[in-house]
T-cell receptor
Framework: DSGVTQTPKHLITATGQRVTLRCSPR?????VYWYQQSLDQGLQFLIQ???????AKGNILERFSAQQFPDLHSELNLSSLELGDSALYFC???????????FGPGTRLTVT | TQLLEQSPQFLSIQEGENLTVYCNSS?????LQWYRQEPGEGPVLLVT?????EVKKLKRLTFQFGDARKDSSLHITAAQPGDTGLYLC???????????FGKGTTLSVSS
């Protein structure tokens, strides 16, 4: 158990819909990272927050957004969902930027 | 663009055999990390290598960072069925924040 929690574990929704994925980092960790894992692309970095502020963006679509709240939990919002958005979404946290990242169990999103 | 290429993509061996997994790049990384991921779970950090030429051992697993810090290898001695999983190498992007992952090596060890 990494100490990072993610909810829900599984999510099935239809194209065009919007969903919110939630992540609680390890106790004491200030930085949260979101990754997408698909069979063809592997693990891809989406976005990073540090103590509530956006710090880095990766291959994140404009339809996706995220935020980190004062209690340090983070949410990833995915809108106008397409079939190709079906993937595993992982959250990771680290005590500070550049330190080792610990991954949550992931949310499996299926878009039908 | 920083890329990490892992080989082989798939490896199926018998219990007791030795194996080596490779992670290569044309870019220099300040550090490389190895993760192991089981189906339906998140990647679990195994080790971080920082210094060129560094060798780290974790029980039957030996990790090496290339002298030029562009490549790394993972050697498993006497593999066991419990070693089955997806092995991922990852390096920090140029900004030093996010991780760039290789596509992984899927290892299957049968008894």
């Amino acid at each position: 158990d990494s100490g990072v929690t993610q909810t829900p574990k599984h999510l099935i929704t239809a194209t065009g819909q919007r969903v919110t994925l939630r992540c609680s980092p390890r106790s004491g960790d200030l930085s949260v990272y979101w990754y997408q894992q698909s069979l063809d692309q592997g693990l891809q970095f989406l976005i990073q927050y540090y103590n509530g502020e956006e710090r880095a963006k990766g291959n994140i679509l404009e339809r996706f957004s995220a935020q980190q709240f004062p209690d340090l939990h983070s949410e990833l919002n995915l809108s106008s969902l397409e079939l190709g958005d079906s993937a595993l979404y992982f959250c990771a946290s680290s005590v500070e930027e550049g330190r080792e990242q610990y991954f949550g169990p992931g949310t499996r999103l299926t878009v039908t | 663009t920083q890329l990490l290429e892992q080989s082989p993509q798939f490896l199926s061996i018998q219990e007791g055999e030795n194996l080596t997994v490779y992670c290569n790049s044309s870019s220099v990384f300040s550090s490389l990390q190895w993760y192991r991921q089981e189906p339906g779970e998140g990647p679990v950090l195994l080790v971080t290598v920082v210094t060129g030429g560094e060798v780290k051992k974790l029980k039957r697993l030996t990790f090496q960072f290339g002298d030029a810090r562009k490549d790394s290898s993972l050697h498993i001695t006497a593999a066991q069925p419990g070693d089955t999983g997806l092995y991922l190498c990852a390096g920090r992007n140029q900004a030093g924040t996010a991780l760039i992952f290789g596509k992984g090596t899927t290892l299957s060890v049968s008894s």
